[in-house]
């Protein structure tokens, strides 16, 4: 059974950096898709940013593009979302989410992933 585990979360001042990690265990090939969502408290989850497995492609909303990298290790299915410039706005549950497959969707799209995370708290001060 696959599994996500998020880590890296917690509380910064605006402007600051955090690291998220999501380590997924349980499978031995490489995810074709592994992405990142958040969740405000009242608000639905978004998405964040997402990595293919090949060819590098990149996709970011564009409320965190110049601020954040998503990066991938596919030897160990892990993926990293670095976060800098943060903003109050970036305050949310994060949500880290993986593809065993393709779906046929918007790697923006929630329905481009069977697999998710357990979340972790990102707490921007102003």
């Known amino acids: 059974q696959a599994q996500l585990v998020n880590s890296g979360g917690g509380l910064v001042q605006a402007g600051g950096s955090l690291r998220l990690t999501c380590a997924a265990s349980?499978?031995?090939?490489?995810?074709?898709?592994m992405g990142w969502f958040r969740q405000a408290p009242g608000k639905e989850r978004e998405f964040v940013a997402a990595?293919?497995?090949?060819?590098?492609?990149?996709y970011y909303a564009d409320s965190v593009k110049g601020r954040f990298t998503i990066s991938r290790d596919g030897t160990k299915n892990t993926v990293y979302l670095q976060m800098n410039s943060l903003k109050p706005e970036d305050t949310a549950v994060y949500y880290c989410a993986a593809a065993s497959r393709m779906f046929f969707r918007s790697a923006m799209e929630k329905g481009a992933y069977d697999y998710w995370g357990q979340g972790t708290q990102v707490t921007v001060s102003s």
């Open positions: 990595i293919r497995e090949s060819a590098g492609f990149l």
């Open positions: 349980g499978r031995t090939d490489s995810y074709y898709l």
